[in-house]
């Protein structure tokens, strides 16, 4: 089966400055949730929280005031949410399919809470790699995992000598990176280097009605693998 691999011009990002506002001086209303829950195999899971004014794109980010906070139910354990960054994490030692993450942003007497952001983790998986080193030119990079899902999956590759890239394929449990297919850097294109693979299986939730209508919500089982890219 063949990959569908993402092409186009790579952006170069700019570093921009984040700026925080007071989460008190937003309304929910107009706040932009991201949320991710993340599974990587180990038997915990970790969620992050990104709280936004001004849509995804945005470089503000909301810092909790005046009596906000986040919390995380999973079954009968609930936990308040700590600042990392520009968000907020916590972890909880599951990781089962179906295992729901409900998310709640409380706020003071000032305005409304988005009390009920759900998620639930899809089905995990075991990731494999048919070799330990690849030649660029005349290998592809077969991969494959157990077991099959319905969706389809995300997959990336980075690595010192060759340019990073991803995409997706139908989670029919193989996938294959073409020989002549991992770019490089002319600088580099006679080296070899150690190469990550991440394959990524996600399921999206439902965001609490309180909040803007196009944040997102995600639950995800992530594997790695590391392979040799040879010239």
């Given at each position: 089966m063949r990959v569908n691999r993402s092409v186009g011009l790579m952006l170069l990002l700019s570093v921009a400055c984040t700026e925080t506002v007071d989460s008190s001086d937003v309304r929910t209303g107009g706040v932009y949730p991201e949320i991710e829950v993340t599974a990587d195999g180990s038997g915990d899971s970790s969620v992050r929280v990104e709280l936004k004014v001004g849509g995804a794109s945005s470089n503000t980010y909301l810092e909790l005031r005046g009596g906000d906070e986040l919390r995380v139910r999973v079954g009968d354990t609930t936990k308040t949410?700590?600042?990392?960054g520009n968000g907020y994490v916590t972890s909880f030692p599951e990781d089962a399919e179906g295992t729901e993450f409900e998310i709640s942003f409380l706020r003071g007497e000032e305005d409304e809470s988005a009390p009920s952001s759900k998620v639930a983790l899809p089905a995990p998986f075991e990731l494999s790699v048919g070799a330990r080193e690849f030649s660029r030119a005349d290998d592809d990079v077969e991969f494959s995992w157990t077991p099959e899902d319905s969706e389809d999956v995300g997959?990336?590759?980075?690595?010192?000598?060759?340019?990073?890239?991803?995409?997706?394929?139908?989670?029919?449990?193989?996938?294959?990176?073409?020989?002549?297919?991992?770019?490089?850097?002319?600088?580099?294109?006679?080296?070899?280097?150690?190469?990550?693979?991440?394959?990524?299986?996600e399921q999206y939730g439902t965001l609490d009605d309180a909040f803007e209508k196009d944040g997102r919500i995600v639950a995800r089982h992530v594997r790695t693998k590391s392979f040799t890219s040879a010239p």
């Open positions: 949410m700590r600042e990392s997959w990336a590759i980075e690595g010192d000598c060759i340019q990073k890239d991803d995409g997706s394929t139908p989670d029919d449990g193989a996938g294959t990176l073409a020989k002549g297919t991992i770019d490089t850097f002319e600088s580099d294109k006679d080296k070899s280097c150690s190469v990550e693979l991440q394959v990524t299986r």
